[in-house]
């Protein structure tokens, strides 16, 4: 968090919770937690993948020219746009059409040679359609980011019918 200069950021934000919690109580709000969420919508899909480097030598300055060309890519892409201000990795919104969104986060991991990806979506089949893009139109110029587990997901989940996935090169 920016107010805590982003140093450890899970403990602060547990206190602030925390914090929140007993105004909460002391405001006469007996839900605890619960009432902290109120408003909250859950995705329809949201997934995990962590994508590593088949040659892990010099991961670092490979993750950063990834993400560095990514935002070049998502201008180009119909309904990618990404979220500023970016704290962590490079956070799209996904226009999923319907009135529905989803997002993405690329990043790099800092200790391991990877790149978390996350996808939430609120579109029936919207994480393999977001998956599609980003694998078929942006990774597969990068060829030492080991891909298996997005290949994987989208067979596990072919019986989703996915929404159309905009492509790289209508938007060009």
């Not at 490979?62 to 560095?68: F, I």
């Not at 979220?83 to 059409?97: I, K, L, T």
Request: charged share 25%; proline share 6%.
């Amino acid at each position: 968090m920016k107010e805590n200069y982003m140093l450890d950021d899970g403990c602060y934000l547990a206190v602030k919770i925390i914090v929140e919690m007993v105004r909460l109580r002391a405001a006469g709000e007996e839900r605890g937690i619960a009432a902290l969420l109120d408003g909250l919508a859950e995705p329809l899909a949201a997934h995990e993948f962590r994508l590593p480097f088949t040659d892990a030598a010099d991961f670092g300055a490979q993750g950063v020219a990834l993400l560095d060309a990514f935002p070049a890519f998502v201008d180009a892409t119909p309904g990618w746009t990404v979220e500023e201000p970016n704290y962590e990795g490079v956070r799209v919104s996904v226009d999923e059409g319907d009135g529905r969104t989803g997002w993405l986060l690329l990043r790099q991991s800092l200790h391991d040679p990877l790149l978390p990806l996350n996808i939430e979506t609120e579109a029936p089949g919207g994480v393999v359609a977001t998956l599609r893009t980003l694998r078929d139109g942006f990774l597969a110029a990068y060829p030492n980011v080991d891909t298996a587990s997005l290949d994987a997901y989208e067979a596990a989940h072919r019986g989703e019918a996915p929404v159309a996935a905009p492509s790289a090169a209508a938007g060009a």
